[in-house]
């Protein structure tokens, strides 16, 4: 079945560093989507990309897709402690439910 | 706007109870509802899939007499655990969804469920 990976599992920053966490799945996806979970909170959608090699951007945050439309990224420039959270990706493989990756937790440290 | 609220937020009770939890779509119609089960500090596990008005469809390994899902409403879908025993205790969370599959999910709050 498919499967969605995401690394690093842990990432540690000094407060106004970057950050990126790289999402990876088995197969071809039509959509992906990122979300954010504060600890001991629950997801919170933050963008979708559908388009092959597309790029969105909010505010400091930037999502990327694959040409092959198999992997995708979030990159965070200059992390805040309000950035501190798991970051989940999840993909859609053609009309199928969305699939969760294991999450990245991102501490900032102030 | 798309708030989901899940009900209630913690449980702990003996086990052999059954616990109903409730997730309900307030501002939206939520076509479909998703259930999670998140361990500690792990991802989202799917459990199911429910969509208004018909059956839950469950994910490999889910038993679905153990965790009985009803969505009898837009706003509205229910999960209970019948019979809980203690491996049962864990992070449930819902979400809902409107229209198709790509869309956007909101998610609860959350019930952490404790088998005593």
Redesign the interface.
Known sequence: GQQVMQIPQYQHVQEGEDFTTYCNSSTTL??I?W?KQRPG?????LI?L?KSGEVKKQKRLTFQFGEAKKNSSLHITATQTTDVGTY?C?G?NY?????????T?LSVLP | GAVVSQHPSWVICKSGTSVKIECRSLDFQATTMFWYRQFPKQSLMLMATSNEGSKATYEQGVEKDKFLINHASLTLSTLTVTSAHPEDSSFYICSASSGLSNQPQHFGDGTRLSIL
Not at chain 1, 41 to 45: A, T
Not at chain 1, 95 to 103: D, E, H, L, R
Request: aromatic share 20%.
């Open positions: 039509s959509n989507q979300y909170g629950h997801p919170v959608f979708q559908v989940f999840a859609l009309g199928q439910n969305f699939v969760f990756g294991p999450g937790r």
